[in-house]
């Protein structure tokens, strides 16, 4: 069973994200992306890119072909903050439709 997202978070943006996860040993929100093809994997992440940029606030990801594994984590806390939640929401409205 996958860790829960992390109690600091405010209920609102717990419920709001889905298919992310709590890593504890990078005090990160992850989500594993699989998608049919390099080009989508490559088109959600340039999506990101501009949303990541307007908010001031970069995933750290790693892309293998069709999948991109993404952390967030809000360094200056040490920790998940909303900010997190809010582009996870964000990632998560590009991923998924």
Known sequence: ????LPPNLPTKEREAI????????RRALYRRIVTPDF?????????TALVAERLDHHPE?????????I????????????????LAH???QIADG
């Open 1 to 4: 069973m996958s860790p829960a």
């Open 39 to 47: 080009r989508t994997a490559i088109g959600i992440m340039m999506q």
């Open 90 to 92: 964000a990632i998560n």
């Open 18 to 25: 889905p298919h992310w996860t709590y890593d504890p040993d």
């Open 71 to 86: 952390w967030l984590t809000t360094h200056d806390a040490g920790d998940v903050t909303v900010r997190d939640g809010e």
């Open 61 to 69: 990801w790693s892309n293998v072909y069709n999948r991109l594994d």
